[in-house]
């Protein structure tokens, strides 16, 4: 079992260009999420996803877009870099049943010059 | 939105010495997990309260649970250097069923020397 798996680990963009973060699953977890995460400001929540063809926004969601086609898969998707984009993006999941522990990915590191 | 007030934001002991994080919040909370981030990696959950005055423990870890169910601690006795790292809350808002959003709180990073 990989878990909650992130690619890349690191990118760096150019202001203006666009790219995806990939999240993948293998936990059959309906729910999944993406946070963003800068100094002193914790952990903030970007978009989430209850199970495939639901998404919603969370704290933080201008300038993302997300899309739930499967339930292994929610990427990211970032239309315009720009430098306040620059963080540690963490993608995570749980079950809807239980005790609803979130399980997170290892992070993707972006830096938007 | 609701807001989750996380002190103090660094602490830094020596190693036998206690720590205690503190998460207060303005509204009444459904539940509260708890997370530790090691430096460089990613938040790794530890445990969730979800009654009103609940108690925990996890070997020298004590988590508590206010009886408003608006505040919770996590107290470590006699800290090792194995605890170094960022500790954090997380707040699910009452009503809003199993799907419910968590609220992280601001962190409290622990530093820990010999």
């Known amino acids: 079992n990989a878990g909650v798996t992130q690619t890349p680990k690191f990118q760096v963009l150019k202001t203006g260009q666009s790219m995806t973060l990939q999240c993948a699953q293998d936990?059959?977890?309906?729910?999944m999420s993406w946070y963003r995460q800068d100094p002193g400001m914790g952990l903030r929540l970007i978009h989430y996803?209850?199970?495939?063809?639901?998404?919603d926004q969370g704290e933080v969601p201008n300038g993302y877009n997300v899309s739930r086609s499967t339930t292994e898969d929610f990427p990211l998707r970032l239309l315009s870099a720009a430098p306040s984009q620059t963080s540690v993006y963490f993608c995570a999941t749980k079950s809807l049943a239980g005790v609803y522990e979130q399980y997170f990915g290892p992070g993707t590191r972006l830096t938007v010059t | 939105g609701q807001q989750v007030m996380q002190i103090p934001q660094y602490q830094h002991v020596q190693e036998g010495e206690d720590f205690t994080t503190y998460c207060n919040s303005s509204?009444?909370?459904?539940?509260i997990q708890w997370y530790k981030q090691r430096p460089g990696g990613h938040p790794v959950f530890l445990i969730q309260?979800?009654?009103?005055?609940e108690v925990k423990k996890q070997k020298r870890l004590t988590f508590q649970f206010g009886e408003a169910k608006k505040n919770s601690s996590l107290h470590i006795t006699a800290t090792q250097t194995t605890d170094v790292g960022t500790y954090f809350c997380a707040a699910g808002s009452e009503g809003t069923g199993t799907a419910s959003k968590l609220t992280f709180g601001t962190g409290t990073r622990l530093q820990v020397t010999l």
């Open positions: 509204t009444t909370l459904s539940n």
């Open positions: 936990m059959n977890h309906e729910y």
């Open positions: 996803s209850v199970g495939a063809g639901i998404t």
């Open positions: 309260l979800v009654k009103s005055g």
